[in-house]
């Protein structure tokens, strides 16, 4: 197998590790049924979050950067993307049942919409400018157009999330976005697009 074979393996392991973290967790650790498992934060998504980091390195691996430098910027970038999931899973919850309905109520609660949108944002800006952020500072050949392309490949991420469960629907045949993260797609595509970011975001080896 060539080195690019290797690590598109690697990639598609780590993505595979992030994946069965999330449903293990949802199915033997929270229970499959109802929405229990909404009520609890997932520590999956701690494995995760570093796993999309250690992804994100895999393209640059070969460059000669310093190891220690690589460990810190690797913690950095998981920890804000952990705060970016954390954010993220806010807003679900205010859109979700723990919203109580209250996005329902209309413009009355314009203020509950802005907030909705300024924290995706903000969560999508922290996690894409942290990874692209942290690789530069360690050294990584790595273009500034990487940054884009991160939020670009996460903003993808619910619809490839969607797209996973029309495929491949949930234990009990649902096929709506909730069930989706419940199934722990959206962990598996997150590894996957960082990585295809930064990958498409490498100066060549002779810039």
């Not at 996690?127 to 990487?146: F, M």
């Not at 619809?159 to 469960?165: A, E, G």
């Not at 976005?177 to 959206?186: D, E, L, R, S, W």
Request: glycine letters at 12%.
């Amino acid at each position: 197998m060539t080195p690019r074979g290797r690590r598109h393996l690697l990639v598609g392991v780590l993505a595979l590790v992030a994946w069965a973290s999330w449903f293990g967790e949802v199915v033997g650790l929270r229970g499959w049924a109802g929405l229990e498992w909404l009520l609890h934060f997932p520590l999956a998504a701690v494995s995760g979050c570093l796993l999309a980091g250690v992804a994100s390195w895999v393209p640059v691996l070969d460059a000669p950067v310093s190891r220690a430098r690589q460990g810190l910027a690797l913690v950095m970038a998981s920890a804000a993307s952990l705060g970016a999931f954390v954010l993220t899973r806010d807003v679900a919850g205010l859109l979700g049942p723990r919203g109580s309905g209250v996005l329902l109520l209309g413009d009355s609660l314009w203020w509950v919409w802005a907030r909705v949108a300024g924290e995706l944002v903000f969560a999508l800006t922290l996690a894409s400018v942290s990874v692209g952020g942290a690789l530069r500072w360690a050294g990584a050949p790595i273009r500034w157009r990487t940054v884009p392309l991160l939020a670009v490949g996460i903003a993808a991420v619910p619809t490839l999330s969607w797209l996973s469960i029309q495929l491949l629907p949930a234990l009990n045949g649902r096929q709506d976005f909730i069930h989706a993260v419940k199934m722990g797609y959206p962990l598996f595509w997150t590894v996957l697009v960082v990585n295809a970011a930064v990958s498409l975001g490498r100066q060549p080896a002779s810039a």
